[in-house]
């Protein structure tokens, strides 16, 4: 019997997967400066907070981009007087622009080098501008965090004036206009970017895998009981943190296809945790991946009841996103990876109604949407993200993405 042409389409039809690597700049081992001619001498300076993102073609990588956020109050020249100075009108003006923004446009190689072209925008100024950079080495996966870290290094030359960026002394009567015709209109800009990438396999480190060959040889009990023998008398919240070991082991058991193993050991979590939603929501996303959707639904409503929003505390000056979203987050994401689309759909749209004001929720939900074919719903989730905060440049670069992924 002949299979009907469009059942052929279905059969041959390959999981959409993510073809691009998204990166991540860290900003603590990234450094933009900046050297500009004063007088006899050159003034230097960077902006320690820089964030960006880097959406990297392994295969073709002419078909990177990249979208950086630089603060402009961070600005930092050595000498507090100096750095207050030049956040005023007289020169950057942060108060009405607090940012820099570059977006490439294109990549291309000349030679041993590359140069990315796109718009930077600072002081209210928008200009095409060309960075020549090299990249240190093929991207690679560290040993110490097993996430794969990428670096490059630029340098551009800019001018001042054309930005605006004229300088007076209205704000300090020492900068007299003397003073100001000593300083050099052009910029010489330097970068050191280093951006990470916490892909699936950099939560696969061997003791996990271990741990997943003991629950698919021998089963979830002993596992179960090992995590049950650490409760004692500590609090839910004390006992909390021992459920995110467990939940990498039954990642590392769907990627390996051991999917009953997995819905097994993440059954059995419920019990352990009952109180947490995070094990509701591991549950409903392994029985996703089996195809069983009706299950997978009723444990995220289970979540949606048990779920408590995380108490922020006012008094903390570093503020780091909830481990509780950003392990199911990675969930996600792997499953994105692994070809699960629609696991993946599923819980990233539970992620951002359960932490609706976090954007990078919304960032990951419109991945999945577009993934599906939904570019409409994936413009929106973008659109969402940077509503929420506008420097956003994770959906600022997959929105510039959309159709071709």
């Not at 030679?111 to 796109?118: A, C, F, K």
């Not at 990438?197 to 596992?223: C, F, I, K, M, T």
Request: net charge neutral.
């Amino acid at each position: 019997m002949l299979m009907p042409l469009a059942l052929v389409a279905i059969v041959v039809q390959p999981t959409p997967k993510l073809n691009l690597q998204e990166y991540a700049v860290d900003a603590g081992e990234s450094i933009v400066e900046f050297s500009v001619g004063f007088a006899l001498s050159r003034v230097k300076g960077r902006f320690p907070d820089t964030h960006g993102a880097i959406l990297y073609d392994a295969e073709h990588p002419e078909r990177s981009s990249v979208s950086v956020v630089i603060e402009t109050k961070t600005i930092d020249t050595g000498w507090p007087h100096r750095d207050e100075h030049l956040r005023t009108d007289d020169f950057f003006d942060v108060d009405k622009y607090p940012t820099i923004t570059f977006q490439s446009r294109k990549v291309e190689r000349r030679g041993d080098t590359w140069i990315m072209t796109g718009p930077l925008t600072m002081h209210g100024v928008t200009k095409e501008v060309s960075i020549p950079f090299h990249l240190v080495a093929p991207p690679s996966r560290n040993a110490e965090s097993r996430w794969m870290i990428l670096n490059a290094v630029g340098a551009a030359r800019l001018s001042r004036k054309q930005f605006g960026i004229l300088g007076s002394g209205t704000h300090n009567s020492w900068f007299t206009a003397a003073r100001n015709a000593t300083v050099a209109d052009s910029v010489d800009v330097s970068l050191e970017i280093e951006g990470y990438l916490a892909d699936a396999e950099s939560q696969r480190p061997a003791r996990v895998l271990e741990a997943a060959a003991r629950v698919h040889n021998e089963g979830a009990d002993a596992l179960l009981k090992r995590v049950a023998d650490q409760r004692g008398s500590k609090s839910d919240a004390e006992f909390a943190p021992y459920f995110t070991g467990a939940d990498l082991v039954a990642r590392a058991l769907i990627a390996d296809g051991y999917t009953a193993d997995a819905a097994a050991l993440a059954r059995g979590l419920t019990g352990l945790f009952p109180q947490l939603a995070s094990s509701y929501l591991l549950y409903g996303f392994v029985l996703a991946t089996s195809g069983d959707t009706i299950g997978a639904a009723r444990q995220y409503a289970r979540a949606r009841d048990v779920f408590r929003p995380p108490v922020v505390d006012p008094n903390v000056k570093f503020k780091q996103v909830d481990d509780s979203w950003y392990y199911a987050d990675q969930r996600v994401r792997s499953a994105l990876e692994w070809g699960q689309v629609r696991a993946a759909f599923g819980l990233a749209k539970v992620l951002t109604e359960l932490y609706p004001n976090t954007a990078r929720a919304h960032v990951t939900y419109g991945l999945a949407r577009a993934l599906t074919g939904d570019t409409t719903g994936a413009r929106a989730s973008y659109a969402r993200a940077l509503e929420i905060d506008p420097t956003e440049t994770r959906a600022m670069e997959w929105m510039r993405r959309l159709g071709r992924m």
